[in-house]
């Protein structure tokens, strides 16, 4: 009976890694669509996000089958409960592609970026297909030892929002109201998408030291 829970808990594990590549594939295009002004590609991770919904609904319904048959306590009662949190920030994850695809899509034939700002979304792009890389990682593994590079590209994430609010806000931006908040726009949903990475991650630390979520950090122990 156990040894059959397990094996319905490493389902629904191989389930959120799927869910995780799905993300990661879905901001990877979106970026494309961003930075090239292409609506194939923006309609093909609009339509793609169908997918991870059923992906999320089909996690959800294997959670409460196994906490309603199995009462599960300890590690595989966190482990039920985080892959519920853990499925809901992918799903979120995709959402926020998907945000940046339509942004693309409302643009077109035109591109939703000027020329000044396309290194920085490019930079944007590839750090969300690293932590996205790592993200399905650390779900599969349970390899803590990822956290830090998860915490290290957030954090980079974070100083190219800060960089781009200043740009925008300078007295020499020539592009309008309009590609202003378009750009603003665009550089939180990578905000947002790297920082569900980040609890992706604390949730699963949590699941394996039992530790507080709350409690839980990704940053690198100093070495004394």
Not at 139 to 153: A, Q
Request: charge should be negative; aromatic fraction near 4%; glycine fraction near 4%.
């Amino acid at each position: 009976m156990r040894a059959a829970f397990h094996e319905q808990l490493d389902e629904i594990n191989d389930l959120l890694a799927e869910m995780a590549v799905a993300a990661g594939t879905a901001m990877n295009q979106a970026t494309q669509a961003l930075l090239n002004a292409d609506l194939s590609v923006a309609e093909t991770v609009i339509s793609g996000d169908d997918h991870l919904d059923e992906l999320t609904s089909e996690v959800e319904r294997r959670c409460y089958e196994a906490a309603a048959l199995q009462q599960p306590v300890a590690t595989d009662l966190r482990l039920v409960i985080g892959s519920l949190r853990i499925s809901s920030s992918l799903e979120r994850m995709g959402d926020l592609a998907v945000h940046v695809a339509k942004q693309a899509r409302m643009r077109y034939p035109n591109s939703s970026i000027p020329m000044e700002l396309r290194a920085t979304f490019a930079e944007l792009g590839a750090l969300e297909d690293a932590i996205a890389a790592k993200t399905a990682s650390v779900i599969t593994t349970k390899d803590l030892s990822l956290g830090p590079d998860i915490e290290k590209y957030d954090q980079e994430v974070d100083r190219l929002h800060r960089e781009l609010f200043t740009t925008v806000l300078s007295p020499s931006w020539s592009h309008g109201v309009e590609a202003a908040i378009d750009a603003t726009l665009l550089s939180r949903y990578y905000e947002r998408y790297a920082d569900h990475a980040v609890s992706i991650a604390r949730r699963v630390m949590h699941v394996v030291t039992g530790e507080s979520y709350s409690d839980t950090t990704l940053e690198a122990p100093i070495q004394s």
